[in-house]
């Protein structure tokens, strides 16, 4: 018997608090409306601690991921494709569960709750567990890369997880180093996406190199440490688009 299988019984004696348990409740109200569990036969006994903890990463994942996929406006064929391939290659789940994990995705993404409410409830359950706050940022990385960009709208939102779960910058890079291709990370410091034309890439340095320029900087009278930081932005930036534009080859 899969995961769903297991908790729905105790799920009818317990209420999953918070607005991952209306998600859940609303999922599961699905789930017997569509016919998937029967009320005769589930097993009626209350959730152990265990099973709490498993449900309320399930029901998180899918909700967070949700959000997510929304994030950027539409929800893409390789979204999806890759919230099933976690499904069946990282949880293992049976068709049983795998129909549950749908109906938390498609209740979350219509639910009024946000993504932060979603992050928070599950910081809370895993505030001492470092090992699945990482978990669950690297999934999130991990699908909205899914269709080849990770958008402006999509890492806005996985920050917002990463300050709730109290990661480092540097903590977030790591995961997210694993899957950004090296050479996206140029295109991520001028501010530009590797859908961008190369005329929307060109004007968008420029302007960075303005914005930056340790001159310009300079005669704003800020403190000596900003100014330094202005040079290697400046170099940073200057270095980036050396790097995209020999990619290109822009000329």
């Not at 297991?6 to 317990?14: N, P």
């Not at 961008?196 to 060109?202: G, L, T």
Request: hydrophobic share 40%; glycine share 6%.
């Amino acid at each position: 018997m899969g995961f769903f299988g297991k908790l729905i019984g105790g799920t009818l004696g317990f209420a999953l608090a918070g607005p991952l348990g209306a998600i859940a409740g609303a999922a599961l109200g699905h789930a017997f409306d569509t016919g998937e569990q029967s009320l005769q036969t589930a097993d009626r006994a209350r959730l152990s601690t265990g099973q709490e903890v498993q449900l309320t990463f399930f029901v998180a994942a899918f909700s967070m991921l949700a959000k997510l996929s929304k994030a950027d406006g539409q929800v893409s064929r390789e979204e999806i494709d890759a919230v099933e391939r976690f499904m069946i290659h990282d949880l293992h789940l049976d068709h049983e569960s795998r129909r549950f994990a749908t109906n938390i995705f498609h209740t979350a993404q219509n639910s009024p709750d946000n993504f932060s409410d979603f992050a928070a409830q599950f910081y809370n359950q895993f505030r001492s567990q470092y090992q699945m706050l990482e978990l669950m940022i690297d999934i999130l990385v991990r699908v909205s890369i899914a269709d080849g960009s990770l958008s402006i709208s999509e890492e806005q939102l996985i920050m917002s997880a990463v300050r709730i779960f109290n990661f480092s910058d540097d903590q977030y890079e790591k995961i997210r180093s694993k899957y950004i291709k090296d050479f996206e990370k140029y295109y991520a410091i001028l501010g530009c996406s590797k859908n961008d034309s190369n005329q929307q890439i060109k004007k968008q340095y420029r302007k960075l190199v303005s914005d930056y320029h340790p001159d310009k900087i300079a005669s704003k009278g800020l403190p000596k440490e900003f100014i330094k930081f202005s040079h290697d932005k400046f170099r940073e930036i200057q270095e980036a688009y050396e790097i995209v534009k020999k990619e290109r080859g822009i000329s």
